[in-house]
C-alpha cells in the first residue's frame, strides 16, 4: 500500500496530499496545529487536523450524489512547485489542476496554487482560478485546528455583531449578540460577511492565537465535544478538549462565482503570542 508523503520544514510539515499544513511550530517549540491522537494515514483519505483544504464544496456533497464531503482537494496528491527553507523558515508552493478524476464529480476546468509560509507567522494563501469556458461557483475553506489546553476553558473574541448559521439548530440564522464565544457543548457555527480577525484565548496553554483573513469573509468555528468525538473514528477519546476550529474561507453566503480567465486569492495568517 502506498504511503503519505510528507515535507519536513525546521517549523513544520506539509503532507503532499491536499497540500495540507500537519505541523506549525512556534519559537519556543511549541505546536500550534493539532494533531489526532488516532491519526488514518491511507492514501485518499483525509488527515484529521492539521488545515485541511476545502475545495470546491463545503460540508456534505450540495447536489446529494454521494460526493465525498469537503469535496476532493484534500484528497489527491498536489504537485510540488516549490519548496525552501531559510533561517529556521520554510515555504512551500503546491498546484492542483483539474483531470478526468475531479472532472468525473466537479465537470469544471481548474487551477489551485497554495502557498504555505511557516515563521513566525503561519500563513496559508490559496488562489483559484476559472480555466473552463463557463462561469463556475465554489466553496474555499481552511479547515484549521488549532491546539488548546482544554477546550471548555478557551474564549474567542472577534465575532460580536457577525451572523452566522447554526448546524445543530438546522443551519438556522442567528447575529452574535456577545464578545466573547465560550465552549460549554459541540459548537458548530458558520459566521458570513465577517471582516474581523478573531482571537483564540487559552489560559491553559496561556497564549492567544491570532487568526487574520484576506478575502475569506466566513469563519467556521466547531468543536465536536464528547458525544460527536465518538462517532468520528480517527479522533480519541479525549482529543475533543484539544483543538477548538477557526476556519476562514468562502461557504455559503460567501462562496464566490468566477468568469471564465478569473482568478480568487484568499489567505488566513496566524500569530501566537504569550
Request: overall charge neutral; glycine content about 8%; charged content about 25%.
Amino acid at each position: 500500500m502506498s504511503e503519505l508523503a510528507f515535507i519536513q520544514l525546521p517549523r513544520g510539515e506539509v503532507c503532499l496530499q491536499g497540500a495540507h499544513a500537519t505541523k506549525w511550530r512556534t519559537e519556543d517549540g511549541r505546536d500550534v496545529l493539532f494533531a489526532s491522537s488516532k491519526p488514518r494515514s491511507a492514501v485518499g483519505t483525509p488527515i484529521r487536523g492539521g488545515v485541511p483544504l476545502v475545495f470546491p464544496w463545503f460540508g456534505d456533497d450540495p447536489e446529494g450524489r454521494g460526493r465525498p464531503a469537503h469535496g476532493f482537494a484534500r484528497r489527491v496528491p498536489w504537485r510540488l512547485d516549490q519548496a525552501q527553507t531559510d533561517l529556521g523558515k520554510g515555504r512551500i508552493v503546491m498546484t492542483l489542476g483539474d483531470e478526468a478524476a475531479s472532472r468525473a464529480i466537479w465537470p469544471h476546468a481548474f487551477a489551485l496554487r497554495a502557498q504555505l509560509d511557516f515563521g513566525v507567522e503561519f500563513s496559508i494563501a490559496l488562489t483559484v482560478t476559472n480555466q473552463d469556458r463557463v462561469p463556475f461557483r465554489f466553496e474555499a475553506l481552511f479547515h484549521t485546528y488549532l491546539a488548546v489546553g482544554d477546550a471548555r476553558k478557551c474564549e474567542v473574541r472577534g465575532l460580536r455583531g457577525v451572523r452566522y448559521y447554526d448546524k445543530l439548530a438546522g443551519n438556522m440564522g442567528a447575529t452574535q449578540t456577545d464578545e466573547l464565544l465560550r465552549f460549554a457543548g459541540e459548537c458548530d457555527r458558520t459566521y458570513v460577511k465577517n471582516e474581523s480577525a478573531c482571537t483564540l484565548f487559552d489560559p491553559v496553554l496561556q497564549r492567544t492565537l491570532t487568526v487574520r483573513q484576506e478575502n475569506a469573509p466566513s469563519t467556521v468555528v466547531w468543536n465536536p465535544w464528547i458525544e460527536k468525538t465518538k462517532r468520528l473514528s480517527d479522533l480519541g477519546a479525549d482529543d475533543w478538549q484539544r483543538f477548538v476550529c477557526i476556519e476562514s474561507g468562502c461557504v455559503m453566503d460567501d462562496a464566490v462565482t468566477l468568469a471564465p480567465g478569473a482568478s480568487h486569492h484568499l489567505c488566513v495568517r496566524i500569530t501566537s503570542s504569550n
